[in-house]
């Protein structure tokens, strides 16, 4: 059974395999060590997103970010920030584990609305937010693929 570690080193891996196909369509637009050091952490929550309806790292890791995220929006006055982020709460109380999340379409559909909602407020960022969501696709592809690779997929073990 994958752990959070297992699925760190998966997430590693993908963005691993990622990065040069990033860099070949857009080879000079994210190429700073910072922007590549910023993909590896949304490729890592990628790869343990799945398990955000569980006790999971993640979930406990998203218990310290997300009041300090909701200060900054409502600082800041950009209130569109907190449909995303109220939308996976929404989805960790709710549901059980190693169901929707767990699911291909869902992650495709969290990546899509996302790149929608904050896309339609900063057009001028839509390649790095499209990048964003590629490198977070594919970590949390990475997880599928552990979970699946395992026979674990439609199971409900804990990680």
């Known amino acids: ?18 990065t040069p196909i990033v860099s070949y369509f857009s080879p000079d637009e994210h190429a700073s060590t910072l922007f590549y050091l910023f993909f590896l952490g949304i490729t890592l929550t990628g790869a343990l997103f799945p398990d955000i309806d569980t006790h999971s790292t993640i979930r406990r890791i998203g218990y310290y970010i997300t009041p300090i995220l909701v200060i900054i929006a409502l600082i800041s006055s950009r209130f569109h920030l907190l449909i995303p982020l109220f939308f996976v709460w929404f989805c960790v109380f709710l549901l059980r584990h190693r169901t929707i999340t767990h699911r291909f379409w869902f992650l495709v559909l969290c990546s899509g609305l996302f790149y929608f909602f904050i896309t339609e407020k900063y057009p001028a960022a839509s390649s790095f937010i499209l990048t964003s969501c590629a490198y977070f696709l594919t970590g949390a592809i990475s997880h599928l693929f552990l979970d699946g690779a395992l026979g674990l997929s439609n199971r409900s073990k804990r990680h």
């Open 1 to 18: 059974m994958a752990t959070y570690k297992g699925h760190i080193i998966g997430g590693l891996v993908a963005f691993t395999l990622i």
